[in-house]
Nanobody, 126 residues
Framework: QVQLVESGGGLVQAGDSLRLSCTAS????????MAWFRQAPGKEREFVAR????????DYADSVKGRFTISRDNAKNTVYLQMNSLKPEDTAVYYC???????????????????WGQGTQVTVSS
């Protein structure tokens, strides 16, 4: 069972930056497709970004495109989410997720991911 642990959340002002990290416990990290999701109070969990196993392919929600960057370091078993130009509407609990299964799937869907972190709170004040 892969354990995912997020860190890096906090309280910032609009326009600031934060970098979230998610570290996996398993050496098989490089075989996982990784993603970030977020959940604001009273809302459903939503897709933010995803990255391929090698890191050469990424995908972003329209709401964060151009402001957020997902990356990974397989040697460190870690995936990152660099968040720039933060807005109050980015306030949410951010979760990293991993998928170990091979094959095409709806990679923006919560249901295709096998492993989840506990979440880290990001609060952006106006």
């Amino acid at each position: 069972q892969v354990q995912l642990v997020e860190s890096g959340g906090g309280l910032v002002q609009a326009g600031d930056s934060l970098r979230l990290s998610c570290t996996a416990s398993d050496r098989g990290f490089s075989t996982l497709r990784m993603a970030w999701f977020r959940q604001a109070p009273g809302k459903e969990r939503e897709f933010v970004a995803r990255i391929s196993r090698s890191g050469d392919s990424t995908d972003y929600a329209d709401s964060v495109k151009g402001r957020f960057t997902i990356s990974r370091d397989n040697a460190k078993n870690t995936v990152y989410l660099q968040m720039n130009s933060l807005k109050p509407e980015d306030t949410a609990v951010y979760y990293c997720a991993g998928r170990g299964k091979i094959g095409i799937a709806a990679f923006r869907s919560i249901s295709v991911y096998d492993y989840w972190g506990q979440g880290t709170q990001v609060t952006v004040s106006s």
